[in-house]
Every structure is written in structure tokens, then in C-alpha cells.
């Protein structure tokens, strides 16, 4: 199971996401508690190295601000959330990076393929740490073959990785729920809004794998 640690900004939380061999990192580079500075960032990627994914997440900000804060931050993928064309995630895709557009639940463009490397599956407020009905999802994507396989949890053209109101505690169910490629967590790992707590990613950890 693919599993991704949203949100860090220190230092001893980077480290503890390394010794628990997260697969994915994410510092979210648009406004949000959980903000973290470019500089900053890049810093914190350059701790990662090669051990993991670094993800640069962004909201609404345009194709030309995204690729300026990812290169800046040195980011191994951008992740995009926000009302986003086809035309847009084209100009975001680069053989050196990839790419991650983030959808809710509720999106009918769920069901398309707009070219990304991994669709991230969340709830309508991204980062608010709000839960969905995972398993209904699931049980509608099981009645369609076509773009995914919620049997394999990967569908021919992409991967898809579970969002929203994981913690600790529900996550097992989830993945049972919902058979994704991944899982991706913020809130549920936290002590409070934008302080991650170390013992809470090992958790998570434990319970997604
Ligand atoms: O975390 C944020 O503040 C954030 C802001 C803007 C866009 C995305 C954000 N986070 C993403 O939200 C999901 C789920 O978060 P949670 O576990 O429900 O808190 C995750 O993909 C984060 O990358």
C-alpha cells in the first residue's frame, strides 16, 4: 500500500516519516495551517533525497505560480486540487515530475482520464480531515468497468490514492472499503491544526500496511 504523509514542515516529522519508509511526503506550498515557505520546503525536501516522493500541494493557484513554488521547492510531483482544466494538467506534466490531480469524491471527471501520473480521491474540503462514505464510492466504481479496476485498486491508465478524513483508527476499514493504490492522510495525524505528531504517523503507519 502506497501511503502518503501530507503537511510536514519540521524537521523531526520528516525524520520520523523516513524511519516509518513513507512512500510520499507532501508540503502544501498554498495558503492553509499547514503552510510551509518554498525555502523552507526545499529544505526539508533535500532531507527526503531520493528516499521518498516529495509532493508539492496546490490549491488555486495558476499553471505559472505552480511551476514556479515546485521549482523552487524542488518537489519530485505537484499535487493540484481546485476547479482545473485538461489543458492545464497538460501544461503541469513533465517527464521529471508527476503529477497528481486531486478531485473530490464528487467530481464527475473522476471517471476520466486527464493524462496524471495518480489521481487523489478526497473530500470537497481538502486538509479539513472530513471523512466521506468511502465504501458507497467504491460500490459505484464497481458497477462501471471501463477507466478503473476496484478489484486490482489500479485501473489501466492510472492509480488512485484514497483522501479525507483518515486517521489511525479508520484507515484498515477504508482500504478494506474502498480497495485504493494509496492512501493519503493530514489531519488524522495530527495533535492539532498544522502540528503533526510523530507518534500518530507511526500509527498510521502500522494500520495502513
Ligand atoms: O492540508 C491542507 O491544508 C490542504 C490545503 C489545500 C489543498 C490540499 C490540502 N491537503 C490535502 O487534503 C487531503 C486530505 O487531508 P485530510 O487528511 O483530510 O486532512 C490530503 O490529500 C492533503 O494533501
Avoid at 525536501?45 to 523552487?72: K, S, Y
Avoid at 494538467?89 to 496524471?116: H, Q
Avoid at 474540503?125 to 462501471?144: E, F, I, K, N, V
Wanted: hydrophobic share 40%; aromatic share 6%.
Amino acid at each position: 500500500m502506497f501511503v502518503k504523509i501530507c503537511g510536514l514542515r519540521e524537521e523531526r516529522h520528516v525524520e520520523t516519516c523516513l524511519e516509518e519508509r513513507v512512500d510520499a511526503i507532501g508540503f502544501v506550498l498554498t495558503p492553509s495551517p499547514r503552510f510551509v515557505a518554498p525555502e523552507r520546503a526545499r529544505h526539508l525536501v533535500n532531507l527526503v533525497d531520493d528516499a521518498a516522493l516529495t509532493v508539492g500541494v496546490f490549491r488555486d493557484e495558476t499553471v505559472d505560480e505552480i511551476e514556479r513554488l515546485a521549482e523552487a521547492a524542488g518537489v519530485g510531483a505537484v499535487q493540484v486540487h481546485g476547479q482545473r482544466t485538461r489543458a492545464e494538467l497538460a501544461k503541469l506534466t513533465r517527464p521529471d515530475r508527476k503529477l497528481i490531480r486531486a478531485v473530490s469524491f464528487d467530481d464527475p471527471s473522476i471517471e476520466e482520464n486527464w493524462g496524471e501520473d495518480m489521481l487523489l480521491v478526497d473530500a470537497p474540503h481538502p486538509g479539513s480531515g472530513q471523512a466521506w462514505d468511502y465504501a458507497s464510492m467504491a460500490a459505484s466504481l464497481t458497477r462501471r468497468d471501463g477507466t478503473y479496476s476496484v478489484e486490482t485498486g489500479e485501473g489501466p491508465a492510472r492509480r488512485w490514492i484514497l483522501a479525507g478524513g483518515l486517521t489511525p483508527e479508520n484507515v484498515a476499514a477504508a482500504i478494506e472499503a474502498a480497495n485504493p493504490w494509496g492512501v493519503d492522510v493530514s489531519s488524522g495525524v495530527e495533535a492539532s491544526p498544522g502540528v503533526k505528531s510523530s507518534q500518530l504517523i507511526r500509527e498510521f503507519m502500522a494500520a495502513a500496511r
